[in-house]
């Protein structure tokens, strides 16, 4: 079983950064693929960027640019860093594992993230 526990949200600026953390237990964290997610209120959850086992990174346009992920093997944790937010990015951020080749995936409990002046 696959613990995920993320950190770091809160209230920021518009224009402001947060990094978010995300804390991966109970399994050999290098071999997944971890993702982050936000869902605004309102709207459905939807990918932001994925960093695979590989070290590859993909990112949602929207946030190209401003947004950074990144992971560290030997602690187990998976980074966003966010820069330059906007009030569209204010949503809960979800952290994901997944191994490749396999049909289950993991879930953290949320972090929430407000940018607002």
């Known amino acids: 079983q696959v613990q995920l526990v993320e950190s770091g949200g809160g209230l920021v600026q518009p224009g402001g950064s947060l990094r978010l953390s995300c804390a991966a237990s109970?399994?050999?964290?290098?071999?997944?693929?971890m993702t982050w997610y936000r869902q605004a209120p309102g709207k459905q959850r939807e990918w932001v960027a994925q960093i695979l086992t590989g070290g590859g990174t993909v990112y949602l346009d929207s946030v190209k640019g401003r947004f950074t992920i990144s992971r560290d093997n030997a602690k187990n944790v998976v980074y966003l860093q966010m820069n330059s937010l906007k009030p569209e990015d204010t949503a809960v951020y979800y952290c994901?594992?997944?191994?490749?080749?396999?049909?289950?995936?993991?879930w953290g409990q949320g972090t929430q993230v407000t940018v607002s002046s």
């Open positions: 994901n594992a997944i191994r490749p080749g396999r049909g289950t995936d993991y």
């Open positions: 109970g399994t050999i964290f290098s071999m997944y693929h």
